[in-house]
């Protein structure tokens, strides 16, 4: 039971354009979530995150959202540029210890020049 | 600034073999240690953690055994290793006992038991 989910495995989008990363979770004990970036053959690096006490995180390009109703929350990259093709991964943690984390199987992003 | 060095980047080995993998942190002092395991294209695994010398948590019954010798040295180990243990295995620390520390991690290492 996954309780992490990112639906869409990959997207693509053009430089310019917005790009909009999708993540979904079950556990209502999930109270922090963040959201990590990937290059191959690297380790993810930390992008934004937000707590559940807020509804949107913004730094720079990137804007997180986050709807606890629906258990859902998003990454916005505007303008998306070619640098930020990658895997982005959504996590999720329970109790403030970031660092035990549930994660979600990522989205291969693509962004076209 | 804080690095943290992992390795090696590549490993091969049989299955039946013995493993060690062996992760420093430099730059900090008391971090929280951990070991994710990545199988092809999933997300992350949490293997174990660490708040400090000698303490281990383990999250996941395996074949995996990790320890911690000293403050910034996070090792992962097995007597046997099965196919399954085959992977990607990323160690990562965050501030101990900051709320909400995100993690840093390694660069990995990709396991192939064969």
């Known amino acids: 039971d996954q309780q992490v989910k990112q639906n869409s495995p990959s997207l693509s989008v053009q430089e310019g354009r917005i790009s909009i990363l999708n993540c979904d979770y079950t556990?209502?004990?999930?109270?922090?979530f963040l959201w990590y970036k990937k290059y191959p053959a690297e380790g993810p690096t930390f992008l934004i995150s937000?707590?559940?006490?807020?509804d949107k995180n913004e730094d720079g390009r990137f804007t997180v959202f986050l709807n606890k109703s629906a258990k859902h929350l998003s990454l916005h990259i505007v303008p998306s540029q070619p640098g930020d093709s990658a895997v982005y991964f959504c996590?999720?943690?329970?109790?403030?210890?970031?660092?035990?984390?549930?994660f979600g199987d990522g989205t291969t992003l693509t962004v076209k020049p | 600034s804080q690095t943290i060095h992992q390795w090696p980047a590549t490993l091969v080995q049989p299955v039946g073999s013995p493993l060690s993998l062996e992760c420093t942190v430099e730059?900090?002092?008391?971090?929280?240690l951990y070991w994710y395991r990545q199988a092809a294209g999933r997300g992350l695994q949490l293997l174990f953690y660490?708040?400090?010398?000698?303490?281990i948590s383990s999250e996941v019954p395996q074949n995996l055994s990790a320890s911690r010798p000293q403050d910034r040295q996070f090792i992962l180990s097995s007597k046997k290793l099965l196919l399954s243990d085959s992977g990607f295995y990323l160690c990562?620390?965050?501030?101990?006992?900051?709320?909400?520390?995100?993690?840093?991690f390694g660069n990995g290492t990709r396991l192939t038991v064969t």
């Open positions: 990562a620390w965050n501030r101990h006992p900051r709320r909400n520390s995100p993690l840093h």
């Open positions: 556990n209502s004990m999930f109270d922090y």
């Open positions: 937000i707590s559940s006490i807020k």
């Open positions: 996590a999720a943690s329970a109790n403030t210890n970031a660092g035990k984390s549930t």
């Open positions: 730059g900090t002092s008391n971090p929280n």
């Open positions: 660490s708040v400090g010398i000698g303490q």
